[in-house]
T-cell receptor, first 113, second 112 residues
Framework: SQTIHQWPATLVQPVGSPLSLECTVE??????LYWYRQAAGRGLQLLFY??????ISSEVPQNLSASRPQDRQFILSSKKLLLSDSGFYLC????????????FGPGTRLTVL | GQNIDQPTEMTATEGAIVQINCTYQ??????LFWYQQHAGEAPTFLSY????GLEEKGRFSSFLSRSKGYSYLLLKELQMKDSASYLC?????????????FGQGTELSVKP
């Protein structure tokens, strides 16, 4: 069966510090991968998605970036965090086919102070 | 543009039935998903509709009308553990990585 991992689970960072969040998927090959952010009491905002190694599509302009160095690894980064980057970051995966369901990882709760 | 509307919050009684509505206006349509999200946790998949009609899965059912841009999630025999946020999401196109557009979610409170 497939599993998705994210770490860290929680993170408190000062404004201006760098960020690296990692997501890995097990039990599948060539998945589509996604990064979402959820602000308190709000819906999910898609940040990035990837359909293969090195292929990243950005959905919103921001100071975040994403990379996919391996087939089942997806990384979210920032060089300098802003207060507005606080939120719940969720990684998701799906099979690369029409109608595939997205399954979410446990998430990382980021607080920028 | 892309727009998905759901009520912000709903309250229901344990043992009752509740219907959560979702309307959407998207540039295309390739499926509608419902997710459940408990406070502080990740969303979990509930149901998927791509054709008109009702999909039933235990106490949960989901309905879709593509011509009306409308879906609902029906929860029967409500339990306290059903208190959660329910997210409606639409896949506008089948390419572009199969990305989903999410509504803001409906916060359901189940009272004894």
């Amino acid at each position: 069966s497939q599993t998705i991992h994210q770490w860290p689970a929680t993170l408190v960072q000062p404004v201006g510090s760098p960020l690296s969040l990692e997501c890995t998927v097990e039990g599948t090959s060539n998945p589509n991968l996604y990064w979402y952010r959820q602000a308190a009491g709000r819906g999910l905002q898609l940040l990035f998605y990837s359909v293969g190694i090195g292929q990243i599509s950005s959905e919103v302009p921001q100071n975040l970036s994403a990379s996919r160095p391996q087939d089942r690894q997806f990384i979210l980064s920032s060089k300098k965090l802003l207060l507005s980057d606080s939120g719940f970051y969720l990684c998701a995966w799906s099979e690369p086919r029409t109608g595939a369901t997205q399954y979410f990882g446990p998430g990382t709760r980021l607080t920028v102070l | 543009g892309q727009n998905i509307d759901q009520p912000t919050e709903m309250t229901a009684t344990e043992g009752a039935i509740v219907q959560i509505n979702c309307t959407y206006q998207t540039s295309g349509f390739n499926g509608l998903f419902w997710y459940q999200q408990h406070a502080g946790e990740a969303p979990t998949f509930l149901s998927y509709n791509v054709l008109d009609g009702l999909e039933e899965k235990g106490r949960f059912s989901s309905f879709l009308s593509r011509s009306k841009g409308y879906s609902y999630l029906l929860l029967k025999e409500l339990q306290m553990k059903d208190s959660a946020s329910y997210l409606c999401a639409v896949r506008p196109v089948y390419n572009q990585g199969g990305k989903l557009i999410f509504g803001q979610g409906t916060e359901l409170s189940v009272k004894p």
